[in-house]
């Protein structure tokens, strides 16, 4: 039984990724919030890793939040790359398989991919947080003897990200449209969005925590097509009958931080309208939202997605 041991398990997406292990019997999962386990504190992470003795290592623990990054840049460094290297060191001495997380942001800094709508081939990241992704995924790739990296993009999920004050981008919006808040969003920049749900279905149904899955390579986990934000929020708030309430923000340059498809996943659509009825819905606060004359009902859910296409 593969013994998997995560970092940041209190996050939005180790946490979504440790609920749905610990309910199969095929895995023995060891999920260590940062409180468990502070990362930079590489005394503890060799004892974990003594104790644990795992056979996969995930890596759910980062400092994403661009503002947080530059208000200490020397710490996001310590937690996105200079104590990675050391679990890194870790697994190669245990034969442990790294499987990383990643973004999108190491793309997107590159002038002449902006007027492309093609996913950029050349990192180039425009974000400090960005350059400490690129630099632990190379770090990954040069010294580790077993990784894989998963690149991701506009994560959401049932508990938020703990650095958006427990949001994420869908969140944001159905916030808006609870209040009747008018939201002005960016429909120049091109991206993806990757629900937390698909992201841990396709590691499993790909094995990719088995020894013999494929090694050493990238993989871009994101819901199928390349939307704007804009098109998010408004598919979100047509649900609620609510589109009036978005606003489209035009910019003069694009920039493109989309991945290429690697693996076959549902569409954002599809993830959108499974992330409201499985994990919103749950939500007290948002419960006001799903009246009469909202679309959200499961049996018609199914036709309002096929009218929309
Ligand atoms: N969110 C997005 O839209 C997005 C987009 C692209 C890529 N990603 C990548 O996806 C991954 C997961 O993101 P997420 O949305 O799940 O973020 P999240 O909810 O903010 O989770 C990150 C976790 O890392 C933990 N952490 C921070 N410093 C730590 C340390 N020193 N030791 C141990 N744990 C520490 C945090 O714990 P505390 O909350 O207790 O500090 C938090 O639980 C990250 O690698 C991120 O770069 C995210």
């Known amino acids: 039984m593969p013994k998997v041991l995560i970092s940041g398990a209190g996050g ?9 292990l610990v309910q199969l019997p095929t895995f023995e999962v060891y999920p260590y919030n940062r409180q468990a386990w502070d990362v930079t504190d590489q005394q503890t992470s060799t004892e974990i890793f003594d104790y644990v003795q795992p056979d996969v290592y995930f890596n759910g623990s980062a400092i994403h939040n661009e503002e947080w990054v530059l208000k200490d840049v020397g710490r996001a460094f310590d937690v996105n790359v200079v104590s990675q290297n050391h679990i890194l060191d870790l697994c190669n001495k245990h034969k442990t398989k790294f499987v990383n997380i990643s973004t999108n942001y190491i793309y997107g800094g590159d002038e002449s991919d902006n007027k492309l709508n093609l996913p950029p081939s050349i990192p180039s990241p425009f974000t400090v947080y960005g350059v400490s992704k690129l630099s632990f995924e190379l770090i990954l790739k040069m010294r580790c003897n077993d990784w894989i990296n998963f690149r991701v993009s506009g994560v959401f999920g049932q508990n938020g990200s703990c650095q958006k004050n427990g949001l ?14 008018p939201m ?17 279905s396709s590691i499993l149904l790909n094995n990719f925590f088995e020894k013999s899955a494929v090694k050493n390579c990238h993989r871009n ?16 708030a047509r649900l609620f009958n609510k589109q009036n309430l978005i606003y489209p923000v035009k910019k003069d340059n694009r920039r493109n931080t989309s991945l290429s498809l690697s693996l076959q996943i549902p569409c954002w659509k599809d993830a959108i309208s499974r992330f409201i009825i499985n994990d919103v819905t749950k939500i ?12 959200i009902n499961q049996t018609k859910w199914y036709e309002f997605e096929r009218e929309d296409e």
């Not at 002005?184 to 749900?197: F, G, L, W």
């Open 12 to 20: 939005q997406l180790a946490s979504t990724l440790a609920t749905r």
């Open 221 to 236: 986990l994101i819901n199928e097509g390349v939307v704007t934000w804009y098109e998010v929020a408004t598919y979100i």
């Open 168 to 181: 994420n981008f869908p969140f944001q919006v159905l916030n808006h449209l609870l209040s009747n808040d």
């Open 284 to 295: 007290g606060k948002y419960k006001k939202l799903f009246g009469y004359n909202s679309q």
């Open 184 to 200: 002005y969003v960016n429909d120049t920049d091109i991206t993806n969005i990757s629900y937390t749900e698909d992201i841990v």
